[in-house]
């Protein structure tokens, strides 16, 4: 069995139509999949970073992870990351890591619990040029199927500004209340989304 055909359905490549032979001479040298959906690994941070540092600074002014903060989590747990993949190019991703505590502390921005059973989702970011075209819900669902197929994962949870709440309860989220953790005059609020007793999904996602 390939390697592709043993990957859950949602996160194989979607694959363009199949187009008529054409010569060799007029083959492309490399053929790259339309849409693919991969975990990171260290050698993305950098595009990660140059992606989230455009989205965040110009609406909070503060990145969520740092460049070596980014490369920590893809060392320790790149199986907790998805980066959606256009033509070789990443245009949005995910990074996670595993909490082991009810609620979210200023130790879970840095830490990842090996033995937790909670994701802490700790950024969802969309290149600019993709952005309003419903990327980040798609990401963000295709993750969640992803985590479902965990056994070891329970819940995921993250924290977000006030006016990002409605876009993460369209992705099954619920306000658990306000964050401890801010950063500068930012304040939070955390949600949490269950992943576990899905059996029928896990049953029908190839997991």
């Known amino acids: 069995m390939s390697a592709v055909s043993a990957l859950p ?4 490549p979607l694959h363009a139509p199949p187009v008529s032979p054409v010569s ?18 260290t ?6 970073f140059e992606i989230e540092r455009e989205a965040f600074i110009s ?8 460049l070596d903060e980014v490369r920590h989590f893809l060392t320790l747990c ?6 959606w993949f256009v033509e ?29 059973t909670t994701v802490h989702i700790h950024v969802l970011a969309v290149h600019r040029t993709f952005r309003q075209q419903g990327k ?12 479902r197929c965990l056994p070891y994962v329970r819940r995921a949870v993250l924290m977000c500004e006030d006016f990002l709440v409605p876009f993460y309860q369209k992705s099954g989220f619920k306000v658990q209340g306000p964050c401890e953790i801010t950063v500068g005059p930012l304040t939070f609020i955390e949600m949490q989304c269950p992943v576990r007793g899905h059996a029928f999904m896990r049953r029908n996602s190839g997991c």
């Open 88 to 116: 070789g190019r990443l245009v949005a991703f995910i990074i996670g890591s595993l909490w082991d505590q009810d609620r979210l502390t200023n130790d879970a921005l840095t830490l990842h619990k090996p033995h937790g």
């Open 59 to 66: 609406v909070s002014g503060e990145c969520p992870l740092h």
């Open 78 to 83: 790149p199986e907790l990351s998805l980066g």
């Open 43 to 48: 050698e993305d941070a950098t595009s990660v």
């Open 24 to 41: 060799p001479g007029r083959q492309r040298r490399h053929t790259l999949p339309a849409s693919e959906f991969r975990s990171l690994n």
């Open 136 to 147: 980040g819900s798609i990401l963000m669902w295709r993750y969640l199927q992803y985590l």
């Open 9 to 12: 359905f949602f996160l194989k």
